[in-house]
């Protein structure tokens, strides 16, 4: 059984940082592409970045590109989202998921595990 276990949100003012860590239990980790998303009170849930298997390749929504990296470290299951320069618009419950390829995708109708999410506000 896989389960997805995020950590590291918070409350940060605009203009900081926060590291988000998903760590994954099960053999396939390594082998599988990771994604990080996220739902805003009212709004619906949307891509923010995803990793391929073995971190070479990245991809990000447009809203955060050049202020998130998504890493992953495959000796330790776990997968991070660094994210700098945080603006109130950040604010959400962030997922992380493992797809079912290894590859990464921004379709969340391509990712079969989902973790329980942590909240991230960041204030003005």
């Known amino acids: 059984q896989v389960q997805l276990v995020e950590s590291g949100g918070g409350l940060v003012q605009a203009g900081g940082s926060l590291r988000l860590s998903c760590a994954a239990s099960?053999?396939?980790?390594?082998?599988?592409?990771m994604g990080w998303f996220r739902q805003a009170p009212g709004k619906e849930r949307e891509f923010v970045a995803a990793?391929?298997?073995?971190?070479?390749?990245?991809y990000y929504a447009d809203s955060v590109k050049g202020r998130f990296t998504i890493s992953r470290d495959n000796a330790k299951n776990t997968v991070y989202l660094q994210m700098n320069s945080l603006k109130p618009e950040d604010t959400a419950v962030y997922y992380c998921a493992r797809g079912g390829r290894s590859y990464y995708t921004r379709n969340m109708n391509e990712y079969d595990y989902w973790g329980q999410g942590t909240q991230v506000t960041v204030s003005s």
């Open positions: 990793i391929n298997w073995s971190g070479a390749n990245t």
């Open positions: 099960g053999p396939t980790f390594s082998t599988k592409g």
